[in-house]
């Protein structure tokens, strides 16, 4: 016998009651049913892009899922202070120590050669290694988190590859103003000390690391083996730190805020040259451990606040694996994504422009401007650099606030991508006796257009990265966009500088085109933000 938990009293509820449950059962099947269909449907269905119209109300659920929270403006601050660190060390090395450390281990035949090809070799380095580096970010599931680990793991190996730097080539050779003037006067008696004549020649000043002059040794100061391991080691945990710490920023940032979040970004960045450009200007006093020392100093303490200021959650499982063919694939698979792979080729022209401006600006000030106040090159440049910088940390700043109140990016960008090509334009028309004081107007209206771009340019990667699981992964690959231009920029601007001054030295040739060039990459980079679909 089966017991029957509703007993009915007669065949009527009995009947009716059989009825109700074998119409619920058929509601239960079809809605199975149904579900399986979506299911099926769901499963044939390609994966859709961000461009894709119909993903925009499935994009707004999941950002009110998973929103940050909205942080304090002191502690944004914070969360961006390690690029003031970062980007200081970077110019101040890029600019000063590594090309002089370089000149003086190989001389001044061979220096180009070597200067660039271990910036190429670093750049080979900075592009294998960063999306590995952004896959072990995104897997990481430690209780601290998964971005500050790494961070922390990459500073001390930074620390340990600039302290061998700055011990393998610690000598450096320098050219002053004096020797300059007094070199017809020099003869084999002469009683400069500081100066040892070698065939009736006078050589170049030898500084060691302590910043005190020397006589020139006939051997090299150093080691240059040695000196390019560490170089590599300096380049491979400079993104080690990279690309978790804009992961990091990204995790952090409130929809409502990226602007503002990416704007500060932009001002550390520029303050920190800023500050580069003016340890720069002492580095013959201070000598290349001074320079080190004070490099290491700065990024340490920016990187710890920055580390023990913000939280992270733990990080989650990933279960996808890691293989050889994910990390190929890792390279191309965001770039399949139209505006992310449109944000990425922008910013490519946009640093192209920016590395050839920056990198043939001392050989023009020396061979197109007459240098004020008995200046040499290197300390003009370094003049020339800070309005820019100041400008571009101001506008920054500004815009970053304006771009999150007005909703507007693509316009902004355009705008000063459009600036900084008309700067580039006005800079083919300098020279003559007043050359400076325009070349330094130029450089701070240069230098709003930079920061204004370099306010927006975080925020629209944030807007358009494809796969939120793999964010860090997704911003090392755009992070290649600044890094590439490094190693192609110096390479294609010194044919077109060599070949057109071989044309006609007498008014600029070689600068005329090389800036005209450097004008249309911003201009291309201004046009192909409009092909941005995601972003306003």
């Known amino acids: 016998m089966i017991f029957d938990p509703i007993a009915p009293e007669s065949d009527v509820v009995r009947e009716k009651t059989n009825i109700y449950f074998s119409v619920t059962e058929i509601k239960r099947d079809e809605q199975a049913e149904g579900e399986l269909d979506m299911t099926i449907l769901d499963s044939q269905k390609p994966a859709k892009y961000y461009t894709e119209e119909n993903q925009a109300n499935d994009d707004k659920e999941k950002i009110l899922h998973d929103e940050p929270e909205v942080l304090s403006k002191p502690r944004i601050f914070l969360l961006n202070l390690s690029w003031y660190g970062l980007s200081l060390m970077f110019l101040l090395l890029s600019v000063e120590v590594v090309p002089a450390q370089v000149h003086a281990l190989v001389g001044d035949a061979a220096k180009g050669r070597w200067l660039g090809g271990m910036i190429a070799g670093g750049a080979a380095v900075t592009f294998f290694l960063s999306p590995c580096i952004g896959m072990a970010s995104d897997r990481l599931t430690l209780q601290i988190g998964k971005r500050r680990p790494i961070m922390i793991f990459g500073t001390t190996g930074l620390c340990i590859g600039l302290i061998g730097m700055a011990l393998s080539a610690s000598h450096i050779k320098i050219s002053d103003l004096v020797e300059h003037r007094c070199k017809p006067y020099y003869n084999g008696t002469t009683n400069l000390h500081t100066h040892r004549i070698h065939n009736g020649n006078p050589s170049s ?119 050889c063919i994910a990390i190929f694939c890792g390279f191309w698979q965001p770039l399949k994504e139209h505006d992310f792979r449109w944000v990425f080729i922008t910013r490519f022209l946009m640093q192209q422009g920016v590395s050839t401006v920056t990198g043939f600006l001392e050989y023009w000030v020396s061979d197109m401007i007459q240098l004020p106040f008995c200046w040499n090159a290197a300390r003009t440049v370094a003049f020339i650099l800070l309005p820019l910088l100041f400008s571009a940390s101001v506008g920054s700043v500004i815009m970053g606030i304006v771009s999150d109140r007005i909703g507007k990016r693509k316009i902004i960008v355009i705008i000063a991508a459009v600036m900084m090509s008309i700067s580039c334009t006005a800079l083919t028309f300098v020279n003559g006796e007043n050359a400076f004081w325009m070349a330094f107007i130029i450089a701070f209206f240069f230098g709003m257009g930079l920061g204004t771009f370099q306010s927006i340019d975080f925020a629209l990667v944030m807007d358009v990265l494809p796969d939120e699981k793999d964010k860090a992964k997704d911003i090392a690959v755009w992070h290649q966009a600044l890094v590439l231009p490094n190693a192609i920029a110096t390479p294609t601007g010194g044919i077109i500088l060599d070949y057109f001054e071989s044309v006609d030295c007498t008014i600029g040739l070689g600068y005329i085109i090389l800036f005209a060039v450097t004008a249309f990459y911003f201009l291309l980079s201004a046009i192909f933000v409009t092909k941005i679909k995601r972003a306003n």
């Open 205 to 323: 000043l030898l500084v060691s690391g302590s910043g005190n002059a020397v006589d020139l040794d006939p051997e090299p100061p150093g080691d240059l083996a040695l000196y390019i391991i560490f170089y590599l080691l300096v380049t491979a945990m400079f993104a080690t730190i990279n690309v978790p710490y804009n992961a990091l920023i990204a995790d952090k940032s409130n929809s409502s805020q990226r602007g503002f979040n990416s704007g500060v970004m932009g001002c550390m960045i520029l303050l920190g040259n800023v500050s580069g450009a003016a340890v720069g200007t002492c580095f013959t006093e201070i000598g290349v451990i001074g320079a080190y020392a004070t490099a290491i100093s700065v990024v340490i303490i920016s990187v710890c606040v920055t580390v023990f200021t913000t939280t992270e959650n733990p990080g989650k499982v990933v279960n996808e694996p890691v293989g």
